[in-house]
């Protein structure tokens, strides 16, 4: 049995591993977001494939199928080490905010800048391709236009609630990947953290905007209007779970801890 890290122990990890990410080079940045953007579309496509075999004959546990399905795509992210916007924040931030020359703003928008952009590009590029036809079995593309059209369909304040949801949750997972030290470990905690996103109510914007996307291609009427209104409401949600709940709670409770450890 291994010691559990502390809360202490854990953001050191973050530190060092955020410190990392932020001296990526410019195109190791953009390969490593471009992989995960076309990595989680697998995740999407897989969830299509089984909502639509399963739909049929079983009705809402489809939902319950295509979220099993769903996981792996975000095993492959973090297995990978590749970078997805909002995965990215807990570690680059504890970096900027251990930094003794002051908060890094402008690495820390770089990182999240070029990993939005470049996990949309890879996720568009191999959509585009599953998009050709008879490039998926018959009932998912009906399955990925239908979440399209739901997912376009709710209001702003649904949106920005699931997309808190969704922040928070992808950013507790990057938290939870330091506390375990084994590659089953992480590869488990993904795995959960991928079903959850996928059976809701948890919306990320890369996760959400490429679903909504392969539905566009399909044929949804979705008016680009409203997909970069969903866009920018949904990304505000996804800050202020990841960075306003997750990554300022623990790092407020290092600070308090370390404040307490020297009175």
């Known amino acids: 049995m291994t010691d559990v890290p502390s809360p202490a122990d854990v953001f050191d990890d973050a530190v060092d591993e955020g410190n990392r990410r ?30 639509g075999i399963v739909e049929p004959e079983f009705g809402d546990l489809a939902k319950l199928a295509g979220a099993l399905a769903f996981g792996p795509g975000l095993v ?14 807990f570690d680059p931030t504890a970096a ?32 585009l391709i599953f ?8 009932g998912a593309a009906e399955t990925l236009t239908q979440f399209a059209t739901e997912t376009a369909a709710r ?13 928070a949750l992808i950013t507790l997972l990057s938290y939870l990947l330091l506390a375990v030290d084994t ?9 959960v953290v991928g079903f959850f996103l996928a059976l809701g109510p948890f919306d990320h914007v890369v996760v959400t905007v490429l679903h909504v996307f392969f539905g566009l291609l399909f044929g949804a009427e979705i008016g680009l209007g409203r997909l970069a209104y969903m866009t920018a409401v949904v990304t505000a949600g996804n800050l202020v779970g990841g960075l306003g709940l997750v990554t300022f709670s623990h790092v407020t409770q290092i600070y308090g801890a370390r404040d307490e450890d020297q009175s």
């Open 76 to 89: 492959f992210v973090v297995v990978g080490r590749t970078e997805l916007f909002n995965e990215n924040f």
């Open 183 to 191: 590659a089953g470990s992480r590869i488990a905690l993904a795995y």
């Open 96 to 127: 900027a905010v251990d930094d003794a020359s002051g908060w890094l703003v402008r690495p820390l928008l770089r990182l999240w800048t070029l990993t939005f952009v470049f996990n949309l590009a890879g996720g568009c590029l191999i959509a």
């Open 155 to 167: 209001g702003a304040e649904t949106w920005f609630a699931r997309g808190i949801a969704g922040g």
């Open 22 to 51: 932020l001296e990526q080079s410019l195109l190791e940045l953009a390969s490593t977001s471009f992989i995960a953007g076309f990595t989680i579309v697998f995740g999407i496509v897989a969830l299509g494939i089984v909502e």
């Open 131 to 138: 998009a050709v036809d008879g490039a998926l079995p018959p």
